[in-house]
């Protein structure tokens, strides 16, 4: 499986921007780099994703590198509710099959 | 669309009996995903269907663990006998067959095995 790097926690301010990175160095051409978050006591929920250009979406930014050995989640204000374990995956064919494989994550600690 | 429908949210059972877990994935999607996570090892990919076809088991930990989908609408995954290092929570999850598209997560259940 195509593996991601993320540290295993960071700590913002609220109102603050946070960037979580990632570093996906063997991400193969098709892999598509896609960003989950979950918050404690519910199942992951889906925040964003991209594959060469950067995106933006109401929830967040993907920025990512022009190599694509590596991204970064832009959350533009942090507020309290985005405490969270985020999770940076690479969703690729492999062996002709498709995978969505969670590692272990980075947990964002938003303090007031 | 109520999203992906677990149940139970909560099971409580004695080593050695049989559990079911059931999810309905959202209507329309042909991927399905069942996951397990304990604090220990995190969230791990136990099975994951392509238009009700195991693609890929080899998540899942050994024999006492089954999972089918008899159609496009429903899926189980059973523990028979179950132990109590199966305790966890199982999420099951929905996607569209494509790569650039999302999953959606069920709420899960809690499986506590005494």
């Known amino acids: 499986d195509a593996k991601t790097t993320q540290p295993n926690s960071m700590e913002s301010n609220e109102e603050e921007p946070v960037h979580l990175p990632c570093n996906h160095s063997t991400i193969s051409g098709t892999d598509y780099i896609h960003w989950y978050r979950q918050l404690p006591s519910q199942g992951p929920e889906y925040v964003i994703h991209g594959l060469t250009s950067n995106v933006n979406n109401r929830m967040a930014s993907l920025a990512i590198a022009e190599d694509r050995k590596s991204s970064t989640l832009i959350l533009h204000r942090a507020t309290l509710r985005d405490a969270a374990v985020y999770y940076c995956i690479l969703k690729g064919t492999q062996g002709g099959s498709e995978k969505l494989v969670f590692g272990k994550g980075t947990k964002l600690t938003v303090n007031p | 669309d109520a999203g992906v429908i677990q149940s139970p949210r909560h099971e409580v059972t004695e080593m050695g009996q049989e559990v079911t877990l059931r999810c309905k994935p959202i209507s329309g999607h042909n991927s399905l995903f069942w996951y397990r996570q304990t604090m220990m090892r995190g969230l791990e990919l136990l099975i994951y269907?392509?238009?009700?076809?195991?693609?890929?088991d080899s998540g899942m930990p050994e024999d006492r663990f089954s999972a089918k989908m008899p159609n496009a609408s429903f899926s189980t995954l059973k523990i028979q006998p179950s132990e109590p290092r199966d305790s966890a929570v199982y999420f099951c999850a929905s996607s569209l067959l494509r790569l650039n598209t999302e999953a959606f997560f069920g709420q899960g259940t809690r499986l506590t095995v005494v």
């Open positions: 269907f392509n238009n009700n076809v195991p693609i890929d």
